[in-house]
């Protein structure tokens, strides 16, 4: 069974500084990885994702894929009040072209302090 | 871009009625799509997977009897909610994939907020 494990939080992280997100998938399979940040009862929004090792830049977000390990993580810089949120990994694990679902972790509660 | 519209955004019904929530692809030609539920304090599940035309494949332990899944055309995906009952109180959220789409085919659209009294 698929699984995606995330440390649930909440991570708080002064105003400004570097917010680290982590994440952990169990199929070794898996060929796709998204972050999506879900505010309280709304829907998840896609901010990034990655299909290859190594790390992909966008603005102030930084998403980081080590397959050998398993492990995705997502780096928000100059972290900002708004950026609070829950942070939703998922993974999937057919590709680009496949038509599985996502699998999601838990999210990890964000907090930015003022 | 890519918008999925996903109505109605929340719906109250007593408890073994049945709730249909209607998904559509506004700009593109969705040939999946996808159905999740998520539950307080907890991750999206998915429930079942539907391609434009066939029969949906859901996932074990949700009940294809109970959630009937329509995907008649590439723009529109129904779920259905049959003899709903208070346990099946949650947030739906569809997903949509189009033909020849990358990582940007999973749109969300903006959910469901179903409370069965």
């Known amino acids: 069974q698929k699984e995606v494990e995330q440390n649930s939080g909440p991570l708080s992280v002064p105003e400004g500084a570097i917010a680290s997100l982590n994440c952990t998938y169990s199929?070794?399979?898996?060929?796709?990885f998204f972050w999506y940040r879900q505010y309280s009862g709304k829907s998840p929004e896609l901010i990034m994702f990655?299909?290859?090792?190594g790390d992909k830049e966008d603005g102030r977000f930084t998403a980081q894929l080590n397959k050998a390990s398993q492990y995705v993580s997502l780096l928000i810089r100059d972290s900002q009040p708004s950026d609070s949120a829950t942070y939703l990994c998922?993974?999937?694990?057919?590709?680009?072209?496949?038509?599985?679902?996502?699998?999601f972790g838990k999210g990890t509660h964000l907090i930015i302090q003022p | 871009g890519a918008v999925v519209s996903q109505h109605p955004s929340w719906v109250i019904c007593k408890s073994g009625t049945s709730v249909k929530i209607e998904c559509r692809s506004l700009?593109?030609?969705?040939?999946?799509m996808f159905w999740y539920r998520q539950f307080p304090k907890q991750s999206l599940m998915l429930m079942a997977t539907?391609?434009?035309?066939?029969?949906?494949?859901?996932e074990q332990g949700v009940e294809k009897d109970k959630f009937l899944i329509n995907h008649a055309s590439l723009t529109l995906s129904t779920l259905t909610v049959t003899s709903a009952h208070p346990e099946d109180s949650s947030f739906y959220i569809c997903?949509?994939?189009?033909?020849?789409?990358?990582?940007?085919?999973?749109?969300f659209g903006s959910g469901t907020r179903l409370t069965v009294v």
């Open positions: 997903s949509a994939r189009g033909q020849g789409r990358g990582a940007y085919g999973y749109t």
């Open positions: 199929d070794r399979g898996s060929q796709s």
């Open positions: 990655i299909y290859s090792n």
């Open positions: 998922a993974v999937n694990s057919r590709g680009g072209g496949g038509a599985d679902g996502l699998t």
């Open positions: 700009d593109f030609q969705a040939t999946t």
């Open positions: 539907s391609n434009e035309g066939s029969k949906a494949t859901y």
